[in-house]
């Protein structure tokens, strides 16, 4: 299992366990924790999340992201990670 | 001014607007103006499918144990999507391509109605496979006051556009007699048409297909009428491209991006817009109550489609940069999206390329100071 550290995402700071089998975006709503997001599939860029630590596998995308920035529905931990809002 | 379907004129694109500048005429695509639109359709054209790789001959056992209420659910709901994508399988084109100035979103804009041409075929091929008389089902469309409603609701800015760029395209700005009426045609008046026209296009395809998707999708969730719901995952990954294509041009108009008068007639049109959301959910809200009049099914009801309205009514005003009108919930059907995930079609590795990659897991620069090699000797 890894450990998914919230980071003040919509208010809420918490870690999350998550099997790594889901986006980080569906696990996130399981846990409440609510994200901007729309097409859930990669081209929109509601739901950048900022990866602060840890490594994550990422689909491909149409959104350009910057060093560090995630796309919280294309994205699937595969290491114990820390996620906070986009500044 | 009159229209000219190869526009003569030397222009320089990547200076024109998205909208009501010098009309295309090479389409080119070796530069971008907004490279967003040039992604999207080659994304689109890497998810062409065709409805007849979708076996549904399954779906007839199952649509003939289906109860009484479900079937109205079932029927109903596929009547309203035919609708849905009878409108936009030719309005796109009708409506934004003679007034569209740069050549990769006259591209976007053809690849994206093509699209709902092969969704509309699709109805057909489902309607063909569960039923004995598809006729019946098509002839009822026209004949249903809920659903002509609706074709009202989706259809009336559209036909205003189309209406005042037609007599614009033939007779320039000015005064006009149409139909016996005065038609006043200028520029800006045309601009905040289309600002409109291009919300209401975001708002049936980002609130109204997915009052659609729910119903398909809580069938299959009771393992029934999955042939059904294997089309419709592939119409919706469909959708949430196209609401993301409607969605990029708002927010290059509103953030000023694009023609300035457009950012000014966003500021203008905030509360018409938020009511234009409004409406909508509240459309919905009369729809799922005519869906589920006759009973509900295991999983849905009129009520939970109604929570899902307004949460997802939230969530596409959010992408838009606007205040969620509605008090902000979780999902109240969060098995939707396991359907809604593009992750979850499936692909055959050697149809598709793999684009699975580790964020930050190559770095191309090594320098002396980076020790992870401090002991490698050759």
Redesign the interface.
């Known amino acids: 299992m890894f450990k998914i550290d919230v980071d003040n995402i919509n208010g809420k700071t918490e870690s999350l366990y998550v099997y790594g089998e889901d986006s980080i975006l569906t696990e996130l709503e399981a846990n409440n924790v609510l994200v901007n997001h729309s097409c859930r599939q990669g081209h929109c860029g509601s739901c950048i999340l900022k990866l602060v630590k840890g490594d994550v596998v990422h689909q491909e995308c149409l959104v350009p992201l910057s060093q560090g920035e995630i796309l919280a529905c294309q994205s699937r931990p595969v290491s114990d990670i820390k996620i906070t809002t986009k500044i | 001014m009159s229209y000219s379907i190869f526009n003569q004129k030397i222009n320089d694109t990547l200076k024109e607007p998205m909208f009501f500048g010098d009309a295309v005429n090479v389409a080119r695509f070796d530069q971008q103006k907004f490279e967003?639109f040039e992604?999207?359709t080659e994304?689109q054209l890497s998810f062409f499918w065709r409805p007849e790789e979708i076996d549904v001959s399954k779906d007839k056992i199952d649509f003939g144990k289906l109860l009484p209420n479900e079937k109205h659910i079932f029927i109903s709901n596929l009547q309203y999507q035919i609708l849905l994508d009878s409108v936009q399988g030719r309005s796109p084109n009708i409506a934004f391509l003679p007034i569209v100035s740069l050549p990769e979103l006259e591209n976007w804009i053809e690849t994206w109605a093509f699209s709902e041409t092969i969704h509309s075929r699709s109805y057909t091929h489902i309607i063909r496979a569960i039923v004995n008389e598809p006729g019946a089902v098509f002839d009822e469309i026209m004949k249903t006051e809920e659903i002509i409603q609706r074709a009202t609701s989706v259809s009336k800015h559209y036909d205003k556009l189309i209406k005042h760029t037609q007599a614009y395209l033939l007779n320039g700005e000015g005064e006009h007699q149409i139909d016996g009426k005065t038609l006043n045609i200028n520029m800006y008046s045309l601009k905040r048409l289309l600002y409109l026209t291009i919300m209401s296009v975001n708002i049936l395809e980002?609130i109204r297909f997915y009052v659609s998707f729910a119903c398909s999708f809580a069938f299959a969730e009771r393992k029934v009428m999955e042939g059904n719901a294997k089309i419709i995952k592939l119409i919706a990954?469909d959708e949430?491209?196209h609401?993301?294509g409607t969605?990029?041009m708002l927010n290059l108009m509103r953030d000023g991006k694009d023609d300035p008068d457009m950012q000014a007639i966003a500021i203008e049109c905030e509360a018409e817009v938020i009511q234009m959301f409004k409406d909508a959910a509240n459309q919905e809200k009369e729809w799922a109550e005519y869906l589920f009049r006759d009973g509900s099914m295991i999983g849905l009801n009129a009520q939970i489609l109604k929570q899902y309205l307004e949460y997802i009514t939230n969530?596409?005003m959010?992408?838009l940069n606007m205040q969620p009108i509605f008090e902000?919930t979780?999902?109240p059907l969060?098995w939707l999206?396991h359907w809604?995930?593009?992750?979850n079609v499936q692909v055959a590795p050697q149809e598709t390329?793999i684009?699975?990659?580790?964020?930050?897991?190559i770095d191309n620069t090594i320098d002396s100071e980076d020790e992870d090699f401090s002991d490698f000797k050759l």
């Open positions: 967003m992604k999207l994304k980002a990954r949430a491209l609401l993301t969605q990029h969530i596409r959010s992408a902000q979780t999902n969060p999206n809604l995930d593009s992750d390329e684009t699975s990659y580790l964020v930050s897991a």
